[in-house]
């Protein structure tokens, strides 16, 4: 009979609750494209084996970053200039030579082992961690290597 209902108007608005505090406010934010804003960036600036025989590098020569700058096969600008190298395994390669990336793909190590090729992986940023967090994993790796170390004697005195 009586009631907000029974009014003249268009009544309340979808997710109205009486007053309660609505579900889409109680529900936590998310920062960015739905919190997942550095989910699509690239990690690394990829390099196919094609483009590199195309670049025509002579035997033993140093394929890294700058070097493939000078070829001009890669031109990074804005974020990827910071990025890292990372080596694809689309292609062949025929020349041995001297890779320095941070990343390998499992198929481009394969064809580059067995060209005869050395490589050669960067070591990446350290991720900061808090002080007692990185102590605490200074004592895990300690116990585990101390395990790692008594494995290996028993396997050898039991063989």
């Not at 700058?69 to 062949?92: A, H, M, V, Y």
């Amino acid at each position: 009979m009586r009631g907000q209902k029974s009014r003249s108007g268009p009544g309340v608005r979808k997710g109205f609750e009486g007053g309660q505090m609505s579900l889409y406010r109680r529900i936590p934010k998310l920062r960015g494209i739905a919190g997942g804003m550095h989910a699509g960036l690239p990690k690394y600036i990829p390099i196919n084996l094609k483009d590199i025989e195309t670049a025509e590098f002579q035997e033993h020569d140093e394929v890294s970053l700058e070097t493939l700058k000078e070829k001009g096969l890669i031109n990074p600008s804005g974020r990827e200039r910071k990025l890292p190298l990372k080596i694809l395994g689309d292609g062949e390669l025929n020349v041995k030579l001297n890779f320095k990336a941070r990343a390998f793909s499992s198929s481009a190590k394969e064809k580059l082992e067995a060209a005869g090729s050395s490589l050669t992986v960067l070591p990446g940023r350290k991720k900061w961690v808090k002080p007692s967090v990185a102590k605490n994993l200074a004592r895990a790796e300690e116990y585990f290597a101390k395990k790692r170390a008594a494995a290996t004697e028993t396997e050898s005195t039991s063989a």
